[in-house]
C-alpha cells in the first residue's frame, strides 16, 4: 500500500484559509487520492477524494500535483469546527490505510 | 437519509468472552468496512463486505471474523477476548463498492469495547 506523509500539525486562525499538505510519491496511476478528517469523539468523515484532476466540493478544495506526487487539501475559510486530525490516504481498493495524519487546531 | 449506524454504542466484556458487533449502513450501499481504533495502533483496516462476500482483509488474527448479509447489514465478531481488543470500532459504507478506491466511505459512530 503506497505511504503518504503529512505534517503532525498545524495552526490557523479561524477564517483563514488553509492549506493541508501530504507528500505521495510512489502513487501508482489507479491510486486515489482521499481526505478524511476525524473530530474529537467521533468517527472519520469523508472530505474529498481526486484521481488526477483539482477536485472541489462544498467543504473543501484538493489540489493535486501535475506529477501527482503530492496534493494539498484547502480549507477556504477555517471555523472553530474544522478543528480535527485530516488524513490523507491513497487507494486503489476500497480499503482505507491511515496512517497518522495532520492535527488541525483553529484559533478564534 | 439515515447515516450508517452501530450497535450497541458501548460495551463491557471479560477476556476471554466473544462479541458480535452489528452495523447497518446507508439505504442503497453495498459495500461494509470495519476498522479498529486504538491510541497505540491509530484506525486499523479490520476487513471488508461486499454483496456478502468478504473482498479486502486486514492484518488481523482469526479471532477476528465478519459477515454481510443480503441487506447489506454486516457484523463482526470477536472470539476469545483479549485486553488488547479494547477498542473503538467503525463501520464505514460505500455506495457501489468498485473495489477500485473510487468511492467514499461513510462512518458510523462507532462501537466503544472495553475488554475487563
Known amino acids: 500500500d503506497a505511504k503518504t506523509t503529512q505534517p503532525n500539525s498545524m495552526e490557523s486562525n479561524e477564517e483563514e484559509p488553509v492549506h493541508l499538505p501530504c507528500n505521495h510519491s510512489?502513487?501508482?496511476?489507479?491510486?486515489?487520492i482521499h481526505w478524511y478528517r476525524q473530530l474529537p469523539s467521533q468517527g472519520p468523515e469523508y472530505v474529498i477524494h481526486?484521481?488526477?484532476s483539482n477536485v472541489n466540493n462544498r467543504m473543501a478544495s484538493l489540489a493535486i500535483a501535475e506529477d501527482r506526487k503530492s496534493s494539498t487539501l484547502i480549507l477556504h475559510r477555517a471555523t472553530l469546527r474544522d478543528a480535527a486530525v485530516y488524513y490523507c490516504i491513497l487507494s486503489y481498493t476500497d480499503k482505507l490505510i491511515f496512517g497518522t495524519g495532520t492535527r488541525l487546531q483553529v484559533f478564534p | 437519509k439515515a447515516g450508517v449506524t452501530q450497535t450497541p454504542r458501548y460495551l463491557i466484556k471479560t477476556r476471554g468472552q466473544q462479541v458480535t458487533l452489528s452495523c447497518s449502513p446507508i439505504s442503497g450501499h453495498r459495500s461494509v468496512s470495519w476498522y479498529q481504533q486504538t491510541p497505540g495502533q491509530g484506525l486499523q483496516f479490520l476487513f471488508e463486505?461486499?454483496?456478502?462476500?468478504?473482498?479486502n482483509k486486514g492484518n488481523f488474527p482469526g479471532r477476528f471474523s465478519g459477515r454481510q448479509f443480503s441487506n447489506s447489514r454486516s457484523e463482526m465478531n470477536v472470539s476469545t477476548l483479549e485486553l488488547g481488543d479494547s477498542a473503538l470500532y467503525l463501520c464505514?459504507?460505500?455506495?457501489?463498492?468498485?473495489?477500485?478506491?473510487?468511492?467514499?466511505?461513510?462512518f458510523g459512530p462507532g462501537t466503544r469495547l472495553t475488554v475487563t
Open positions: 481526486g484521481l488526477t
Open positions: 464505514a459504507s460505500s455506495l457501489l463498492g468498485q473495489g477500485k478506491g473510487s468511492y467514499e466511505q461513510y
Open positions: 510512489t502513487i501508482s496511476g489507479t491510486d486515489y
Open positions: 463486505y461486499f454483496s456478502e462476500t468478504q473482498r
